[in-house]
């Protein structure tokens, strides 16, 4: 018996469409019994007979039929979004895959009404499987039915489609062999075509998060592959929830509690379900090489385009050796956030624990920039030694293995190493939260009206306003405690400066929230901003008649001399000088992300520490007198940050109207 269910949100968001193939004449105990259009031995389409109905959908209906040559087919007639459907099929009409449901025909009958014809399967569905075992599918029938998906997945990859409906639903076996159907939510793909997508698709279970806003690729079947391992080896989708928006909520933001799988499906589902696409595999292939085969390959399973399981590792993958320095200060720093934003402090406790950390830092900045410098010479030296001799390690290892290569046959791939080991920590260098090329879309600010966002900017300018005053007041103190006490006009001219960067922050901000967009041109609207404070900082220095001496204790700029149009022949910074620090500072870094309702905490100590750093770094570069460039740029940190709505992970699981 075949069956087919399908359902779409309230808003047409989500079309959601799966079909399924059984044996059998009668319908299964559990499904209710459903009313078809066409009853047995109805002739709706010429050539064709129809024994009965066998599954209903939010497409259409599904029919088990008889050619008249005796042919066993299943039609399917498309009653709705008629387009949508049609353009899936017409992609995969002509494609031959043993793990593909085959697609015969696309006909219209005396009424009009359009029918797919496609193949009849009569064997187990994975969702009846999946029923069967509530604990999960043993080890080995799980990587059966996987490698068998996998690869026909990896078949429609190779032709640009993107299936955008992967789910158990969506699986069959029949003699040994695993066939993925209903391709009615596929589309044609490519590189160039990533953005720009119509609608939101898919069952809600197996979303990937980046569906949401429209802009996705092949990785979005990755995400699905990863969903579909994990409730065949637990019996459970990792995100559950009572309501669409609640899956939908975890889907964007929470992470797989990935504890009840064993080495290496942790690792793998752990990748597959990275919220970043570019973090994930960027291919089936890829995937299944971080995967054991299985005991026997099924049938049909279709082998990897190397025609071997055994050879069909994806180039880039194999472990390499991680310096294991920066691996360590990399797992600390890592640690050390953790701990901090999962801390029950409150936030006003953490900002005092700041503020003690930042007196620490700057009476001991003396020592600790030379001491730093130091370390980062040295250790410097000591990576490029490393790399020359590992280059030449690797070389004779790839000479030695080509060599075996060539007097015997690759043995039998074992099963993967942890995909958290060093292969994994290689493939994904530097990725972290707060290294994300793309922000995480959110249904819930999406939908918010113009008033509400105008509302929340106005609210969060004013907030920012005090937040601002009140950290100058924290900055004038650091800098009288290392005794040199700023005069009033100098006061002045960093609250307005902090309060009128804030706000520039703050405004971009309000409209990017909840969206994605591209980070270079983010960075150059910024930058844009930047140039604007840096002529209202000038601005106001001329007008409060302020000179900013350098501080005591700071490194000197580097040995070069700027144009005379930077700096006054006494030293004060003229126009070009403002322009340039302070565009600069807002082009390299994202202060959007701070913004971010989304970020990991309300106060971020990484997001703090980058911006003084980085503002350090800047006004060496130009010249500009230390420490006021580092101090409105901590004051914008934290400002922005204590003033800009924040959704804790608590209310972001709850329910949201999507």
Not at 61 to 66: L, Q
Not at 487 to 516: D, H, N
């Amino acid at each position: 018996m075949a069956k087919q269910v399908a359902a779409v949100d309230p808003n047409g968001h989500d079309a959601i469409d799966f079909s399924a193939v059984e044996s059998g004449d009668s319908p299964a105990p559990e499904r209710p019994a459903a009313k078809f259009l066409y009853p047995g031995g109805s002739r709706p389409l010429e050539g064709y007979t129809i024994k009965r109905g066998i599954g209903h959908g939010g497409f259409g209906e599904i029919y088990y039929a008889v050619s008249d040559a005796g042919k066993e087919v299943a039609l399917k007639l498309i009653r709705r979004n008629l387009e949508v459907e049609l353009r899936g099929v017409r992609h995969c009409l002509n494609l031959k895959h043993p793990n593909l449901l085959a697609l015969y025909d696309i006909r219209q009958d005396d009424e009009g009404d359009t029918w797919v014809v496609m193949e009849y399967v009569s064997g187990d569905c994975l969702e009846d499987a999946l029923a069967d075992h509530s604990d999960g599918l043993p080890v080995e029938q799980a990587l059966g039915w996987f490698h068998g998906i996998a690869a026909g997945v990896a078949y429609l990859h190779d032709r640009g489609i993107v299936h955008r409906d992967l789910k158990p639903g969506n699986v069959f076996s029949e003699e040994g062999v695993v066939k993925v159907g209903d391709y009615g939510l596929s589309k044609f793909i490519s590189c160039s075509r990533r953005s720009g997508q119509t609608e939101s698709v898919g069952t809600v279970h197996y979303m990937a998060p980046e569906v949401a806003n429209g802009r996705y690729g092949k990785e979005i079947d990755i995400y699905a592959l990863g969903i579909m391992l994990y409730e065949m080896l637990t019996g459970r989708v990792p995100f559950e929830g009572e309501s669409v928006g609640e899956v939908l909520m975890k889907h964007l933001t929470a992470k797989p509690d990935v504890s009840l799988l064993a080495e290496p499906y942790r690792g793998v589902v752990a990748r597959a379900l990275e919220k970043d696409p570019a973090q994930r595999f960027q291919s089936v292939q890829e995937m299944l090489a971080a995967l054991p085969q299985p005991a026997e390959v099924p049938p049909g399973a279709g082998r990897l385009p190397s025609g071997s399981y055994a050879t069909a590792k994806a180039v880039g993958t194999e472990p390499t050796d991680e310096e294991p320095i920066l691996r360590a200060v990399r797992d600390a720093w890592s640690s050390l956030c953790t701990t901090w934003q999962q801390s029950n402090l409150h936030t006003g406790a953490k900002f005092v624990l700041l503020l003690v950390g930042m007196f620490l830092l700057v009476d001991n900045a003396g020592v600790l920039i030379p001491l730093a410098v130091g370390l980062l010479i040295l250790y410097g030296g000591y990576r490029l030694v490393r790399m020359l001799v590992l280059s030449g390690s690797r070389a004779a290892g790839h000479t030695s293995a080509h060599r075996a290569a060539a007097i015997a046959p690759p043995a039998p791939q074992a099963a993967a190493g942890p995909l958290y080991g060093p292969a994994y920590a290689r493939s994904r260098p530097w990725r972290r939260k707060w290294h994300d090329s793309r922000e995480q879309p959110a249904a819930a600010l999406l939908v918010k009206s113009r008033k509400e966002r105008l509302t929340e900017l106005v609210g969060s300018m004013l907030a920012g306003s005090l937040v601002a005053m009140a950290m100058c007041i924290v900055m004038v103190l650091l800098m009288s405690y290392r005794g040199t006490t700023p005069r009033p006009e100098q006061c002045a001219w960093l609250v307005l400066v902090s309060i009128a960067g804030t706000w520039a922050v703050l405004v971009p901000s309000k409209f990017w929230e909840g969206t994605r967009g591209e980070p270079m041109l983010r960075r150059f609207i910024l930058m844009v901003v930047g140039l604007g404070l840096g002529a209202v900082a000038f601005g106001t220095a001329t007008m409060l008649l302020v000179s900013l001496p350098p501080g005591a204790g700071f490194p000197k700029p580097p040995n070069y001399q700027l144009p005379p149009s930077f700096y006054a022949g006494d030293g004060r910074p003229l126009a070009m000088a403002y322009l340039a620090c302070f565009g600069t500072l807002f082009l390299v870094i994202r202060w959007w992300r701070q913004a971010d309702p989304l970020r990991s905490s309300r106060l971020s100590l990484w997001s703090l520490l980058i911006s003084v750093v980085l503002a350090g770094i800047v006004a060496g570069v130009w010249h500009f007198p230390q420490p006021w460039l580092v101090m409105v740029a901590g004051v914008i940190s934290v400002s922005v940050q204590l003033a800009s709505p924040w959704m804790s992970p608590q209310k972001r699981a709850r329910p949201q109207n999507v």
